[in-house]
Nanobody
Framework: QVQLVESGGGSVQAGGSLRLSCAAS????????LGWFRQAPGKEREGVAG???????SYGDPVKGRFTISKDNATNTLYLQMDSLQPEDTAVYYC?????????????????WGQGTQVTVSS
């Protein structure tokens, strides 16, 4: 498994931006399936953005055009740039990693999870 540590969460007003970071311990980070998920109170965990083993990127419908996932293989860091944030984006955000995946937005594809970071967007 991979150890993952998120950072960058916080509180922002609607229309603002935040960038989340996820530092990974695994030296083979570059070949892993990587994803960002979020979970709001009373809701299921949902896929926000993912990068599969081939580097293909997917986004959940609610964040398309507003969020950008990227990774830096040299530093084993995964990022999520979040722009035009809305109150409905409020949730705990988690990064995840797995050796392979068919659906990078599917939580069951991953075996390593970070501890989560809170993002709160006020109107």
């Amino acid at each position: 498994q991979v150890q993952l540590v998120e950072s960058g969460g916080g509180s922002v007003q609607a229309g603002g931006s935040l960038r989340l970071s996820c530092a990974a311990s695994k030296y083979t980070f570059s070949n892993y399936c990587l994803g960002w998920f979020r979970q709001a109170p009373g809701k299921e965990r949902e896929g926000v953005a993912g990068i599969d083993n081939d580097g293909s990127i997917s986004y959940g419908d609610p964040v398309k055009g507003r969020f950008t996932i990227s990774k830096d293989n040299a530093t084993n860091t995964l990022y999520l740039q979040m722009d035009s944030l809305q109150p409905e984006d409020t949730a705990v955000y988690y990064c995840a990693a797995g050796p392979s995946c068919d659906d990078s937005l599917g939580p069951s594809e991953y075996d390593s999870w970070g501890q989560g970071t809170q993002v709160t967007v006020s109107s």
